[in-house]
DNA sequence: ACTTTTCATTGACTTATGTTAATTCTTTGA
DNA sequence: TCAAAGAATTAACATAAGTCAATGAAAAGT
């Protein structure tokens, strides 16, 4: 829970019996490895959720039948799900834990009221929004000006864990590129150095 | 004036009165074609904008010189410039007007004020940054996804005007290849026609 | 422990992009 | 109006990614 208290703070003023008494009124899960949290094509009553602790891949199957990885969420990340314009469409991707996952989850219904009884809350939770926003800018804008290799030094480098925790072909379809490719850029740079 | 309100009653649930209030305490402001609002390496004490009219440009220019675009905001698109996190570092983008334009200005000292006056207004905004950030997702999914031929019939088809609006080189760039490229693409693309 | 399936690597080949450079076309400003 | 600068196109060549196919390695299931 720590985890979930050092994220507050960070963002709120709000009080530690304040913060405890939301903490209690959260809902908190625990998924086995391998758990499909929502699959594309489904309606999610799930409005979002926080990692505390594990890691969830989000892809989606494309016109041609390919899995594409769009994102790894992992400890201290918040996973969008559905917001006001989405809420009755049908997911566009599927969310699937590659490891045991600890879950913070929020359901669209609570929403508003937790807001409602922590105005707080929604301070903080549109400031986690304008910061993942910018996060995702950033990644954007470095995908675009970069060559696969450099796609893949970059990830090395900001999420050393993460090609630990996944496999190949994932991590390929996560840099939009084939296994093979993958697999010969890391020859490459075995070979330069 | 109107796109404004458009905008706030399908975001709200303000009354009228309310959303005159609000649009009266907005700055907007107009700006020349070739007025560059921001520059990257400057600290802003804008917060972010909202495109009334015209079109803005962000870009930035990489370690090795080159310029990159990585995005254009056009009619009744939200410009987020600093956050909570970013606004005491200097700006990665420049953004400048490629259009004469019409602006909401949004400065991060109202804002806290303005939220308190209008708490439905800070509603507003975490929904605005939920939708900005699903667009954001499922533009780099596509991009991803997609090969440059791809990309470009992809904002062919969904920003149809951009194309006449900007210039090619930037398009290509914003496009993530060269000008080159994008001519070779177009010429392609008429042959199969 | 062994079989089966899935995943990762390698090779051969095709194709599209990046790069460099030259040429044509457009815009801008004197 | 014309000259100069900036953009867009085209060509030639090198390189790296995609595709298809085969092999080798690892993981899963019995």
Redesign the interface.
């Known amino acids: 829970m720590n985890i979930l208290l050092k994220y507050m703070s960070d963002?709120t003023l709000l009080s530690e019996e304040e913060q405890r008494a939301i903490s209690e009124s959260l809902r908190i899960d625990e998924y086995k490895k391998g758990k499909c949290l929502l699959r594309q094509g489904e309606v999610s009553a799930i409005k979002c959720y926080f990692v505390l602790k594990g890691c969830v891949r989000q892809f989606?199957i494309?016109e041609s039948g390919?899995e594409?990885t769009?994102?790894f969420f992992m400890e201290e990340q918040a996973i969008?799900i559905i917001?006001?314009?989405?809420q009755r469409d049908v997911s566009?991707y599927s969310f699937v834990c590659v490891e045991d996952c600890l879950l913070v989850v929020g359901d669209a219904d609570s929403e508003k009221t937790m807001?409602h009884n922590y105005?707080q809350l929604?301070?903080m939770?549109?400031?986690m929004?304008?910061?993942?926003?910018?996060e995702?800018?950033?990644?954007?804008?470095e995908?675009?000006?970069s060559t696969p290799e450099e796609r893949y030094t970059s990830v090395l480098r900001k999420r050393p864990h993460l090609i630990d925790r996944i496999p190949q072909h994932q991590l390929a379809s996560?840099?939009?590129i084939t296994p093979e490719s993958l697999s010969r850029i890391k020859k490459r740079m075995k070979k330069t150095n």
């Open positions: 963002f989606f494309d390919k594409v769009s994102n969008p917001n006001e314009q989405t566009k807001y105005p929604e301070t939770v549109r400031k929004m304008e910061i993942n926003l910018d995702m800018q950033e990644q954007y804008r995908f675009i000006n996560y840099l939009g």
